[in-house]
């Protein structure tokens, strides 16, 4: 480890750090307390944050890395307190703060994540997703849309950029979003509160709330950590004469027990669960407008549970077993009084999407070194079902007019090694090999087909480092991931095969810390075989084919610059270039760009944190602009959307066990088509919208003991 990581852990709980005196030197000396700082004189600009602190350790990689000793594309977003105690936080507060992240905008609960442009579809098939989603040691998702877990009492978040399969197998193709929650703290009681409210532009009230308690059931030896949170928001959209029909609402309970019986063993066990429901969609059939003509209410639902078992031993070599099963439903109603006449109900009016998705992933896998080789080996076995079903309702009768049932099976063995060729210079090598079976029943307009598959694949990686001292690393690397393929149905209903698609990135990165200026630049090329991409079908019904080979380029550059008197600035940006170079849809294509995809994302972030007499203050101002991107590969469907800028301001202030917050989203109140799709049975016959959300004040008080 790093001396600065070695003396922080030392040190740590002793009251005392260590401060930099030189190149190769430091002083040990006491840390100031907060009853130090409020002996400051009012006005004090000295930053509140200590001279050394935490170094960033990446777990996402499977072992704990340091961030400046990685050789892979990690962003790292630590949640402040007053961020961690705030429900409306979800996927969308990370992908704001990570370069080459992306959402398709449908709506809480039915968008899909994506990174440096390994986007797939707009439209929530049959697929798997391209990014891998874990909560702590276990998988959430394998074909679910984003569950949009709420960051409430989680530590950080780490995102891998570009293929992992050699860690995490099929369905890593563009990267990993892994959530890293508060464990269980042993030796001490803990308890937060939060109670929140604000206002919306064009809107009603939204409302929040989340309480944390840790209790030690044995002091040093085991403890309880419970988590509650709520979040009512309020709706903007205007249908007909009624107002703000989109509210939405989130319920969330989480609970762990945490075990240390001694001899570096540990035990965590924990459970989640979060209700999320959105009482109708948020498009319209104008641009810059809240308000559409009278239709049928569409209500959204996406219900996870998710329970969890780790072991895990530190010792000379370091053993970790984990098993996870997630119960995961994504509900969905549309409007079908247009767009669904020859479907085989009279009078149509309601399209229901309902689906389950379960998963269960167990692994076990031991990591050690010796000097200078390090590694780790592991055995994983992940479940996947999908079983769901599209019923078209009318008043004289429903009709199912597409369902599926698919189970997938993987079996793995996987490793890594890594170890220094020449001084400064490492090289790291991995490699999965997979057994990957796959049994799937596909109805489409009661034409039923089944198909089962079963293959061995191997998807290796390699990195080489150099790293010129302790602040500074430049690397190579070459990652792979892959996804099965399956069955489909074309605009007849009649089943065609879908084959896997492939994907290998090589990529370089260069890591630099000078002083106060940390800056890290990123250039990856993908190439892309045999894409899977959802489409729309006459009807309603999303398919899914084999689009062609996608070649994707693209670079991000980020900067982070501490300045005096408690000032920072954050800056990044995001090119890419992602194209159909081989087209295999069928379809003759003027633009092959690939969808959601935006051709270049910047973002700006400028905060101070001070000290005023007996309060800590931290104001911030954020500003994000999405380049256009377009919607569907489709010529019938290719609508413009992106080229939208969000602005956001914030302020906290903490004094003693008390904290106040003040956000406003969307300060300019810009109306931007944040995503160009809502009702797959309209989209044909009009446009469609989903606006910026209103200009939206927020405030919340916490509490913590």
Known sequence: MSVAEALFRLLRHTGLHAVPVGTN???????????????????????????????IIVTATKRDLELGSTPDAVAVIALAPVDAVQPQNGTGYVADRVDGASLAGQGPGRNRLFLRGVADSAFGGVSQSTVAIVFDETRLTYEAPDPDIRLVDVSKVEVLKGPQGSLY?????????????????????????????????????????????????????????????????????????????????????????????????????????????????????????????????????????????SLTYKGAINLTLSTGYTHHAVDGTYDATQGATGLGVADPQRLIDAATYTVWDSEARLTGSSAPIHWLIGLSHLQARHRGAQQLQGFDGSAVIDAINRTTLETSLFGEVNGILVPRVQLSLGLRASRNSLKEELTTFAQPAEYTHSRWALTPSVALAYKAGADSIAYVRYGSSFRQGGISSDASGASVPLDGDELATLESGWRQRFGPVTTSLELYHSWWSSIQSDRILPGGIIATINAGTGAISGAELSTKLNLRHGWSVAAGTSLQSALLVRNETGLLLDDRRLPVVPNWASRLEIARQVTFGPWDLNANFRLNYLGPARLSFDPALDRGMGNTLAAAASISATRGAFALSIKLDNVFGARGDSFAYGNPLRIFAARQYVPQAPTTFRLTLSYRH
Do not use: C
């Not at 000396?29 to 004189?41: I, V």
């Not at 890293?180 to 009230?205: K, T």
């Open 25 to 55: 030197a430091w002083r040990i000396e006491r840390a100031p307390s907060r009853a130090d700082r409020r002996t400051r004189p009012s006005g004090t600009t000295e930053s509140i944050k200590s001279v050394v602190s935490s170094p």
């Open 169 to 309: 197998g099929t369905g890593a193709m563009g990267g990993v979003y892994h959530i890293v929650s508060n464990r269980p703290e042993l030796g001490q009681s803990q308890f937060i509160a939060s109670l929140g409210g604000g206002l919306v532009a064009d809107g009603g009230a939204p409302s929040s709330g989340s309480a944390i308690v840790n209790l030690p059931v044995l002091p040093g030896t085991a403890a309880v950590r419970m988590v509650a949170y709520a979040d009512q928001s309020a709706g903007w959209i205007d249908t007909g004469n009624l107002q703000d029909t989109n509210r939405s609402s989130v319920v969330g309970l989480r609970a762990a027990l945490g075990i240390e019986p001694g001899n570096g063993w540990r035990v965590d066990a924990s459970g989640l669960a979060q209700w999320l429901n959105s009482r109708d969609s948020s498009y319209v059939y104008s641009p810059a407008s809240y308000s559409r003509p009278v239709q049928l209410p569409e209500p959204q639902d996406n219900d996870l549970i998710h329970g969890s078992l």
